[in-house]
């Protein structure tokens, strides 16, 4: 079955600097890759999303990237800010079934 | 457009207790989930569906059961409680395919 690596586990960033998490995925039949934002006693929250068949995707603040061949898709950050500070989760699915998630990432922007 | 909702919030068992935790949604979507959340971990499918009729196992299925007869609802069922299942439950929908998946608002579930 799908197995989702992510790292680092904790991050931590000075405000306005960049933020980078990267996962790893080993179906290569899984072909949508969500990120999700959960803050502390909250639901996960999808913050972008990436399908197998792009290779980027960006949302103001927020991108990801795709590689297919190594597996491997990355969440990008830029000019963070404190209400940034959550745990965010990549996942892994094939056709919306079977979602695996990655173990987290906690991420605190520091003033 | 409540979207997804779950009850109870909180809930206490003493192990071999059984209960149901429900689900529902009003967005008609297909697709409904279900996770646990143990501390400083990701998500865990426990069951999903891709219609009213039809469920299947996700990674840790063992001890709790399904049914969907219904598009809207989609109640997880805890037949002895143990210890090892408190968690944080969580319910979601999709409308299929790759598409945003929505989660509700979870229930914490503590077994003694």
């Known amino acids: 079955g799908e197995n989702v690596e992510q790292h680092p586990s904790t991050l931590s960033v000075q405000e306005g600097d960049s933020a980078v998490i990267k996962c790893t995925y080993s179906?290569?039949?899984?072909?949508?890759f969500p990120w999700y934002k959960q803050e502390l006693g909250k639901r996960p929250q999808l913050i972008i999303d990436?399908?197998?068949?792009?290779g980027e995707k960006k949302d103001q603040r927020i991108a990801v990237t795709l590689n297919k061949t190594a597996k491997h898709f990355s969440l990008h950050i830029t000019e963070t800010q404190p209400e940034d500070s959550a745990v965010y989760f990549c996942?892994?699915?094939?056709?919306?079934?079977?979602?695996?998630f990655g173990p987290g990432t906690r991420l605190s922007v520091l003033p | 457009n409540a979207g997804v909702t779950q009850t109870p919030k909180f809930q206490v068992l003493k192990t071999g207790q059984s209960m149901t935790l429900q689900c529902a949604q009003d967005?008609?979507?297909?697709?409904m989930s279900w996770y646990r959340q143990d501390p400083g971990m990701g998500l865990r499918l426990i069951h999903y569906?891709?219609?009213?009729?039809?469920?299947d196992q996700g990674e840790v299925p063992n001890g709790y059961n399904v049914s969907r007869s219904t598009t809207e609802d989609f109640p997880l069922r805890l037949l002895s409680a143990a210890p090892s299942q408190t968690s944080v439950y969580f319910c979601?929908?999709?409308?299929?395919?790759?598409?945003?998946?929505?989660f509700g608002p979870g229930t914490r579930l503590t077994v003694l």
């Open positions: 990436i399908r197998s068949n792009v």
């Open positions: 179906d290569s039949a899984s072909n949508y």
């Open positions: 569906s891709v219609g009213a009729g039809i469920t």
């Open positions: 996942a892994a699915s094939s056709y919306g079934q079977n979602f695996v």
């Open positions: 967005m008609n979507h297909e697709y």
């Open positions: 979601a929908s999709l409308a299929g395919g790759n598409n945003e998946q929505f």
